[in-house]
C-alpha cells in the first residue's frame, strides 16, 4: 500500500507549468471546493489590495491567436466566441500551423478544465428534454423546451416559459433577454454552431458545444494591445490561463490589463485557507444557473421579473401606451419587495392613459389611488406563487412517472430551492406593498 506512486494532480502540473512560464500566483492556489469544483484558496493571509494573480498577456487564447486562414473559412460575423468555440474543435487535430498557440504546450491547461458532463449534470440548457433542457439539434435549429410533455419545471424566470398561462407575445424586437435566459442562450450557441456547420458541415455537436461552453464559463474580457472596445462586449472575450480558477462572489472586482500583463487583485481580506474569489458581475441567480450552472445562497443581486404577468394583463391601447414610454419592462422583485416600475405600470391598469401621462411626466397624483395599485401588485405576486404552486404539485405526480425526474435527483433538488427562493421573494414583495 505504502509504495503506491501518488495519483498525478493535473492542477499541480499546470500550476507548475504556469509558474514556469510566467504565470504569478501569489499566495494561491487551486484547490477543491465541496459544490464549487475547482477555486483558489489562500495560502497566507491576503489584504485588500494585494495583487493575487498575473498572468503575462502572450499566454491569453483569444482570437487574436487563431490562424487566419482558420478564420477565413467562416462566414462574415461569425462571433468570436464561437470561432473560438470552433478552433478549439479543429486546432489540435489537424495541426493547424500556427507560431502564436500550441495545443500541445497548453495540453496541462486544457486537463484542468471541468468535463463536458460537469456541464450537463449543471446547465439547464444541457439537461434532458424532460427538464426542459434543448433538443440536441442535427445542423439545424435548436429548440428551447417548454414544449415537450406540457409541464415545463424550469422557472419562467430562466425558461422564459409559463404553465399556468400563455406568454403574450409581441413581437421579435419586444422579447427582451432578461425574460427569456435560456432561450437567448440557446439561440446563441445555435447561431454558434450553424455558423461554424456552415464552413465544416458534420461539426460533432457534443465538442463544439462543450468548448462554447468553456468559454461561455471561463472566459475574461480583454482587449489586445491597439485593440479599442468593440460595441458587443462580449467580442472582447478570451482565455486566460490560471486566472479561470476564479470562482464567483458579491465581492467586488479589481480585474485589469495591460499590454503585458492581466491582473487580478483581491478587494477584501482573506485568511489563510479561505477561498478567494472574484466577480462574475451582478447575477441573479436565474443568469448564474442558466449561464454557468450554479446559484449562491446570499445572493444581493437576486430578483426575479413581473413582466410577462404585468404585459399578459395590460390591454393592448395601454400596452402600447407602455411601450413607448419609459416604463416598459424589468419590473423587478427582489428579497426587499417590487420596484418603482412596477408601482408606476400598477397605476397604468386602472388609470386612463392621459392622466397616467401626466403622473409619470409631470409628477402629477390625479387619478393615482395607491391602495389600488397595491392590490393589483399583490395579484400579481399571487399569480407567481401559483405558478409556483402548479408547477410543483405537477412536478410531485411527474416524480412517480418520469423516470427522467427520479434519475437526476440533483437536478431536481436545484430546480426545488429555486422555486423555494423565488416564493420567499414574493412572499416578502407581498408583505411589503
Ligand atoms: C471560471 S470557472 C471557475 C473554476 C471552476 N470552479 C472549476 O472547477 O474549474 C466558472 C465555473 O465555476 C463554478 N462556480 C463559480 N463560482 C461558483 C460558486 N460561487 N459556487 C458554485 N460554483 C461556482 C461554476 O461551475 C462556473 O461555471
Redesign the pocket.
Known amino acids: 500500500m505504502g509504495n503506491r506512486s501518488p495519483v498525478p494532480d493535473p492542477h499541480e502540473d499546470f500550476t507548475e507549468w504556469a509558474v514556469t512560464n510566467g504565470v504569478t500566483a501569489l499566495n494561491v492556489r487551486p484547490h477543491r471546493f465541496e459544490?464549487?469544483?475547482?477555486?483558489m484558496i489562500a495560502l497566507e493571509d491576503i489584504e485588500a489590495g494585494d495583487v493575487v494573480v498575473q498572468v503575462p498577456t502572450t499566454l491569453i487564447l483569444s482570437v487574436d491567436k487563431v490562424p487566419l486562414s482558420f478564420k477565413a473559412e467562416f462566414p462574415e460575423g461569425i462571433t468570436n466566441h464561437a470561432l473560438l468555440a470552433a478552433w478549439l474543435t479543429y486546432g489540435d487535430s489537424e495541426e493547424v500551423e500556427n507560431e502564436n498557440f500550441s495545443f500541445k504546450e497548453n495540453s496541462l491547461w486544457f486537463k484542468?478544465?471541468?468535463t463536458r458532463k460537469?456541464f450537463e449534470d449543471?446547465?439547464p440548457i444541457l439537461w434532458p428534454v424532460s427538464l426542459g433542457g434543448i433538443e440536441q439539434p442535427g445542423n439545424e435549429s435548436l429548440k428551447t423546451n417548454g414544449g415537450h410533455s406540457g409541464l415545463n419545471i424550469i422557472p419562467p424566470s430562466i425558461s422564459g416559459v409559463w404553465n399556468s398561462f400563455q406568454k403574450v407575445t409581441l413581437g421579435k424586437p419586444d422579447e427582451q433577454e432578461h425574460q427569456n435566459l435560456m432561450g437567448f442562450q440557446a439561440r446563441r450557441l445555435c447561431k454558434a454552431y450553424k455558423d461554424v456547420c456552415s464552413a465544416r458541415p458534420g461539426t460533432d455537436w457534443s465538442t463544439f458545444s462543450y468548448y462554447w461552453m468553456i468559454l461561455n464559463?471561463?472566459s475574461f474580457y480583454w482587449l489586445g494591445p491597439g485593440q479599442t472596445a468593440p460595441e458587443d462586449r462580449n467580442e472582447a472575450l478570451a482565455l486566460v490561463p490560471f486566472a479561470?480558477?476564479?470562482?464567483?462572489?458579491d465581492v467586488d472586482c479589481d480585474v485589469s490589463f495591460t499590454d503585458e500583463e492581466y491582473t487580478l487583485t483581491a478587494t477584501k481580506d482573506y485568511a489563510k485557507g479561505e477561498e478567494v474569489?472574484m466577480n462574475?458581475g451582478s447575477h441573479s441567480n436565474d443568469l448564474l444557473l442558466a449561464e454557468?450552472?450554479?446559484?449562491?445562497d446570499q445572493n444581493r443581486h437576486d430578483c426575479i421579473y413581473l413582466d410577462d404577468i404585468v404585459l399578459r394583463d395590460l390591454a393592448a391601447d395601454k400596452l402600447e401606451e407602455l411601450k413607448d414610454s419609459q416604463y416598459y419592462g424589468k419590473y423587478v422583485v427582489n428579497s426587499e419587495g417590487v420596484c418603482y416600475r412596477t408601482e408606476v405600470v400598477a397605476a397604468l391598469m386602472y388609470m386612463n392613459v392621459e392622466d397616467w401621462r401626466n403622473h409619470v411626466l409631470e409628477g402629477s397624483t390625479q387619478g393615482v389611488d395607491e391602495q389600488r395599485s397595491a392590490a393589483i401588485i399583490r395579484g400579481w405576486l399571487s399569480d407567481y406563487l401559483g405558478e409556483k404552486k402548479g408547477t410543483l404539485d405537477a412536478m410531485e405526480a411527474a416524480m412517480e412517472s418520469n423516470p427522467d425526474f427520479r434519475a437526476n435527483p440533483q437536478k431536481i433538488n436545484t430546480l426545488l430551492k429555486r422555486w423555494a427562493e423565488i416564493e420567499a421573494m414574493c412572499v416578502m414583495a407581498k408583505d411589503n406593498v
Open positions: 459544490g464549487r469544483g475547482l477555486g484542468t478544465w471541468p460537469d449543471t446547465v464559463t471561463r479561470d480558477y476564479f470562482n464567483h462572489s474569489f462574475y454557468y450552472g450554479f446559484m449562491m
